[in-house]
């Protein structure tokens, strides 16, 4: 499946056991070209749980695209009007939206230094990360968030001028992230549109990264750059990321699509 062009690899494991190796991860990933694998596994009060690995074979708490294509399988094999998905990050929620679209109710952001994790208390608004000459840096100061896993978000004035294969993973694995960090790189548009392409943290550049156009968006409007509710345009697609005030959550909305099945 893929949302937006983020690309996953998704087994039902209800019925058939599956806990593959790190090796195993990445010769799937390899293989169909994921970003991502994901297992359907039951859980004891919630439609399903998404267990979810990077494609260097790292389990990781959250997946914010995978959790819209995963709701896109449960609503439609449940007609429900809307599914419960636990992952090891938090409870999210997933609806139908107009024109064919998923929605997935992300939660609150976590705006903690340690809830990040870093390494060392810092002013998440903009971190103490430098990449290049230290007189004049590429990159600096990135504004930081969890949405269940690290983001760290550079506001850039013109996004494909950066080599991000080449700066993406000296960010990812920076001594101030602990547990590595996803990587944003954003070029806000207007207040109601940002162009963002990430580094994704134990996978590299994706299409798309749902929790990093949700970091995106909480980072751009805590600094008052745009609104609460914005288009993220990223190369496979666009999300709509709508930060509600009435209850701090955070409500993706974006494209999902099957593209095949098949037997491993
Ligand atoms: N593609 C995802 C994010 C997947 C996990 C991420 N690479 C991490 O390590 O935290 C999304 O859509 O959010």
């Known amino acids: 499946m893929n949302g937006a062009g983020n690309a996953f690899a998704v087994f039902d494991a209800r019925s058939t056991p599956f806990a593959?190796?790190?090796?195993?991860?990445?010769?799937i990933a390899a293989d169909l070209q994921a970003d991502q694998v994901i297992?359907?596994?039951r859980d004891a009060t919630k439609d399903v749980f998404m267990r979810i690995w990077n494609s260097d074979g790292g389990e990781v708490a959250?997946?914010?695209?995978?959790a819209r294509a995963v709701a896109h399988l449960i609503l439609e094999e449940t007609g429900k009007p809307m599914v419960t998905i636990q992952t090891e990050a938090d409870m999210l929620k997933g609806f139908k939206a107009d024109g064919g679209l998923v929605t997935v109710d992300m939660g609150s952001p976590l705006m903690g230094w340690e809830d990040i994790p870093l390494a060392e208390k810092m002013?998440?608004?903009g971190v103490d990360v430098k990449v290049g000459p230290m007189d004049n840096p590429t990159l600096?100061?990135?504004a930081v968030v969890s949405m269940g896993?690290?983001?760290?978000?550079?506001?850039?004035?013109?996004?494909d001028a950066y080599d991000i294969p080449a700066l993406g993973p000296l960010v990812e694995w920076h001594p101030l992230f602990p547990e590595g960090t996803n990587v944003g790189f954003a070029q806000v548009i207007d207040k109601e549109t940002i162009r963002l392409r990430v580094w994704e943290r134990g996978a590299g550049?994706?299409?798309?990264?749902?929790t990093g156009a949700c970091a995106a968006l909480v980072c751009a409007a805590r600094a008052k750059l745009t609104g609460r509710k914005?288009?993220?345009?990223?190369?496979g697609g666009t999300l709509i990321i709508d930060w509600r005030e009435s209850d701090d959550h955070v409500y993706m909305t974006g494209p999902v699509e099957m593209e095949f099945e098949t037997v491993i």
């Open 20 to 27: 593959p190796t790190a090796d195993q991860v990445r010769q």
């Open 39 to 41: 297992a359907l596994e």
């Open 62 to 66: 959250a997946c914010g695209n995978g």
């Open 205 to 210: 550049l994706t299409k798309a990264c749902g």
């Open 140 to 142: 600096s100061r990135p």
């Open 149 to 159: 896993n690290p983001h760290a978000v550079f506001f850039v004035k013109d996004v």
């Open 123 to 125: 002013d998440v608004r």
């Open 230 to 235: 914005a288009r993220l345009v990223l190369d």
